[in-house]
C-alpha cells in the first residue's frame, strides 16, 4: 500500500505543471502564453530560465526575471511549462480524503467483524 501511495504522490508532483509551447507541435506559435504569468523557459543548450512574461514582441519574448528585465529570442526556445498549483492542491486533498474514508471504512469492517465472530 506504502508503495502505491509513493508512486500516485511521484505523479501528481509530477504533473504540477503544464506544457504550453513544445517547438517540435507549435512550430512558433506562442498564442498560449499570456502577459503577467509566471512561466519556466526551456532554452539553448538547455538552459532554464523562469520568468514572469511582461509582453510577447516579435521575436523574443520579454519579461522580468529576479526583478531584471530579460528578453529570450523565439528561435530558441523549444519548451515553455506553466506551474499548476491550484489544480495539484485540489488532487492532492481529494486523495488525501479518499485514504481517510478508505481507512475509516477498512477500521469499521473490522470492528464489525470482531462482534458478530462466535466465541469458540
Not at 39 to 55: A, G, Q, R, V, W
Not at 84 to 101: D, E, K, M, Q, W
Not at 104 to 109: M, N, Y
Amino acid at each position: 500500500m506504502k508503495n502505491i501511495l509513493f508512486i500516485f504522490l511521484l505523479f501528481q508532483v509530477c504533473s504540477c505543471t503544464t506544457n504550453k509551447y513544445v517547438a517540435k507541435t507549435d512550430a512558433q506559435d506562442f498564442g498560449k502564453l499570456r502577459a503577467g504569468k509566471n512561466y519556466t523557459f526551456f532554452h539553448e543548450n538547455d538552459l532554464k530560465t523562469k520568468m514572469m512574461i511582461s509582453s510577447i514582441e516579435k521575436d523574443s519574448i520579454i519579461g522580468l526575471r529576479n526583478q531584471d528585465r530579460t528578453a529570450l529570442s523565439k528561435n530558441t526556445i523549444w519548451k515553455v511549462r506553466k506551474f499548476n498549483a491550484a489544480g495539484t492542491a485540489v488532487l492532492i486533498g481529494g486523495i488525501a480524503g479518499f485514504i481517510a474514508v478508505t481507512a475509516v471504512i477498512a477500521s469499521t469492517l473490522q470492528d464489525i467483524g470482531k462482534v458478530f465472530t462466535p466465541p469458540q
